[in-house]
Each structure stands twice: as structure tokens, then as C-alpha cells.
């Protein structure tokens, strides 16, 4: 069965700090990729999202991530974080055979301090 | 309009109680899914329609049951709950269920089972 992993289950950074957030999948065919927040009391919101072509996609707000075929990785990055981005990030999978079924990693939770 | 809607927001109900969930969009998608989310925790995929027939049921207790009356509305029929059953509940639709459409979510019905 696919699943989606995500390294850290709760992250803590000042201010202008940099961000990178790890999603590996485990699914040998072809899969689009997404990365969604949830701000506090918000519903999910698409960052970004990966089909084809160049893997470094930009997203939103200043976001970024790789797709990274030969470790099945997909990590979201950030340069420099605010306060604002202060969130749940969650990494999903989606397969072609699926039926329309994303496959949510458990979700890492930002804390940024001001 | 990239939105969806969903009301009511907040829903609190006992367990003998029949309710239901309305979502809505108006983007021409012909994907709708229902799907359960505790806090903390991701989104688990609950019901998709596709094409406005069920397609996926995610081994789903009878107490909910989904209905899809058209195209751009979902309803999710609730009876006999229980107080584990309170969630987010969230909606989201897509182009179509091809897996390679993101799928955008509403806000969500908070429900609360006493």
C-alpha cells in the first residue's frame, strides 16, 4: 500500500530562519505530489504541487520544494520564515489508478517565534 | 470561483439526533469527496463521487451516508453518532478523479457528538 511519511513531527524556528521540511513516499509508479497547510482555525490550502517537468517547483508565499525520483522524496523549503507561516504542513501523494485518493503524510506542525 | 462551501460551519448534535452537511462548488468539477479529520491529525479520506456516483467508500460506518443530488452539491446524512465521531469534517472536489487534479477543500463542519 502507498504511504507518505514525514520526518519531523513538529518543528520550532525563530524568525528568518531557514525551513526545510522532509516527505518521502513509498510508490513505485508515477505520482503527483502536493504539499498543503493549515493555518490555525483555516481549512487547507494547496503550496504547491508537483505533476511533471522541472522537479524544484515554486509555490506560494515564498515556498518551494524538490522532487527527488531516486530517494521518493518530495521536501518543502523556505529560505526565510515568518511568524505568519506559523502551521500544520501536510505532504500528499495522489497515483493515476487511485480512484481520485490522496494520500496524506501525518503532517508536521511549524512553530515560528517572533 | 475557486471555492467550496460547506455549512454548517459548526454542528453539535446528540446521538439520537439525524443531521446533515451540505457542501458546494461551482467550479465544474465532476470529483467531490468527503473526508474526516481529528485534530492534529490529516485529513482521512471518507466517500468520493465521481461523476456524481460513489466510487470510493472507505469502509465507512452505515450512521453516515453520503448523497450526491448533482453535480456541484454533496451532502453527508448523519444518525446515530457517536462522541468519537467528532471531527472536522471536510469537503473537497476536483476536476475529476484522473489523479492528476489538485483538489481544493472547503472550510469544514466542525461537529461535536455529545
Known amino acids: 500500500a502507498q504511504s507518505v511519511s514525514q520526518h519531523n513531527h513538529h518543528v520550532i524556528l525563530s524568525e528568518a530562519a531557514s525551513l526545510e521540511l522532509g516527505c518521502n513516499y513509498s510508490?513505485?509508479?508515477?505520482?503527483?505530489l502536493f504539499w498543503y497547510v493549515q493555518y490555525p482555525g483555516q481549512h487547507l490550502q494547496l503550496l504547491l504541487k508537483y505533476f511533471s517537468g522541472d522537479p524544484l517547483v515554486k509555490g506560494i508565499k515564498g515556498f518551494e520544494a524538490e522532487f527527488i525520483k531516486s530517494k521518493f522524496s518530495f521536501n518543502l523549503r523556505k529560505p526565510s520564515v515568518q511568524w505568519s507561516d506559523t502551521a500544520e504542513y501536510f505532504c500528499?501523494?495522489?497515483?493515476?489508478?487511485?480512484?481520485?485518493?490522496?494520500?496524506f503524510g501525518q503532517g508536521t506542525e511549524l512553530s515560528v517565534k517572533p | 470561483d475557486t471555492e467550496v462551501t460547506q455549512t454548517p460551519k459548526h454542528l453539535v448534535m446528540g446521538m439520537t439526533n439525524k443531521k446533515s452537511l451540505k457542501c458546494e462548488q461551482h467550479?465544474?468539477?465532476?470529483?467531490m469527496y468527503w473526508y474526516k479529520q481529528k485534530a492534529k491529525k490529516p485529513p482521512e479520506l471518507m466517500f468520493v463521487?465521481?461523476?456524481?456516483?460513489?466510487?470510493i467508500n472507505e469502509s465507512v460506518p452505515s450512521r453516515f451516508s453520503p448523497e450526491c443530488p448533482n453535480s456541484s452539491l454533496l451532502n453527508l446524512h448523519l444518525h446515530a453518532l457517536q462522541p468519537e465521531d467528532s471531527a472536522l469534517y471536510l469537503c473537497?472536489?476536483?476536476?475529476?478523479?484522473?489523479?492528476?487534479?489538485?483538489?481544493?477543500f472547503g472550510p469544514g463542519t466542525r461537529l461535536t457528538v455529545l
Open positions: 467550479m465544474g468539477h465532476r470529483a
Open positions: 463521487y465521481s461523476y456524481e456516483k460513489l466510487s
Open positions: 500528499a501523494v495522489i497515483t493515476y489508478n487511485q480512484g481520485g485518493k490522496l494520500i
Open positions: 510508490y513505485g509508479g508515477t505520482v503527483n
Open positions: 473537497a472536489s476536483s476536476q475529476d478523479t484522473g489523479g492528476y487534479n489538485e483538489q481544493f
